[in-house]
């Protein structure tokens, strides 16, 4: 997976990171040794992995203290100023969108799109439908486990978080298939005045005029 982000980064490994969902820190420990130059800022919902993740990265003088963060809730309702706002060169979002509710995943395209400069990119990974098709049996029986535990959890399509993504200013540049049927998804945040942005806002204009 570092390899696959390098890829994208090419040598440029002095890059300003936002992590969404850091869970108990384990990521950020991983892709901070691989990216020795990052500068790594970590967020989890949960409170009491604020420890794991302070552990897990304590040798690791580029990643700062972790916040807690509610990423459905706007930016301005956070109630810590991120360090380099509008400015990050990559957004990080692992195992998040499927075992959260769909408002959490509108927030974080919502968010991310302030976060991140022109032309930074936010990567997240997990399970997808694809289409409205989820497969294997293997993913279908996941989502359903899910469904059971929590009806506002399970798997996304990717047509559907492209739609997201496009209305907060952001396009859809790759998807990749990794191992275990999950998948790596590269948004791309687009230029102010993109054409992208410029057809999502005619269309919600015809909308509300067609009311």
């Given at each position: 997976?570092?390899?696959?982000?390098?890829?994208?980064?090419?040598?440029?490994?002095?890059?300003?990171?936002?992590?969404?969902?850091?869970?108990?820190?384990?990521?950020?420990?991983?892709?901070?040794?691989?990216?020795?130059?990052?500068?790594?800022?970590?967020?989890e919902y949960d409170e009491s992995h604020m420890d794991d993740i302070k552990a897990h990265c304590k040798h690791l003088k580029n990643v700062k203290a972790p916040k807690?963060?509610?990423?459905?809730?706007?930016?301005?309702?956070?109630?810590?100023?991120?360090?380099?706002?509008?400015?990050?060169?990559?957004?990080?979002?692992?195992?998040?969108?499927?075992?959260?509710?769909?408002?959490?995943?509108?927030?974080?395209?919502?968010?991310?799109?302030?976060?991140?400069?022109?032309?930074?990119?936010?990567?997240?990974?997990?399970?997808?439908?694809?289409?409205?098709?989820?497969?294997?049996?293997?993913?279908?029986?996941?989502?359903?486990?899910?469904?059971?535990?929590?009806?506002?959890?399970?798997?996304?399509?990717?047509?559907?978080?492209?739609?997201?993504?496009?209305?907060?200013?952001?396009?859809?540049?790759?998807?990749?298939?990794?191992?275990?049927?999950?998948?790596?998804?590269?948004?791309?945040?687009?230029?102010?005045?993109?054409?992208?942005?410029?057809?999502?806002?005619?269309?919600?204009?015809?909308?509300?005029?067609?009311?």
């Amino acid at each position: 997976y570092q390899r696959r982000v390098r890829g994208f980064l090419g040598q440029a490994d002095k890059v300003k990171v936002f992590e969404v969902a850091s869970g108990t820190g384990e990521h950020a420990k991983l892709f901070c040794n691989y990216f020795a130059a990052a500068s790594w800022e970590p967020t989890e919902y949960d409170e009491s992995h604020m420890d794991d993740i302070k552990a897990h990265c304590k040798h690791l003088k580029n990643v700062k203290a972790p916040k807690v963060l509610d990423i459905s809730k706007d930016l301005s309702e956070w109630g810590f100023a991120p360090t380099h706002l509008g400015k990050y060169d990559v957004g990080i979002c692992i195992n998040m969108i499927h075992i959260t509710p769909i408002e959490c995943t509108y927030g974080l395209f919502r968010n991310m799109s302030k976060l991140l400069a022109t032309g930074g990119l936010l990567f997240t990974y997990g399970p997808y439908a694809v289409d409205g098709v989820i497969s294997p049996q293997s993913n279908i029986d996941f989502h359903n486990s899910l469904r059971q535990r929590d009806p506002r959890w399970g798997l996304r399509d990717v047509y559907h978080l492209k739609e997201m993504s496009e209305k907060e200013g952001m396009k859809l540049e790759m998807v990749i298939d990794m191992p275990s049927n999950n998948k790596t998804l590269v948004f791309r945040r687009l230029p102010p005045d993109s054409d992208t942005e410029r057809s999502v806002r005619e269309m919600s204009i015809k909308s509300v005029e067609a009311r």
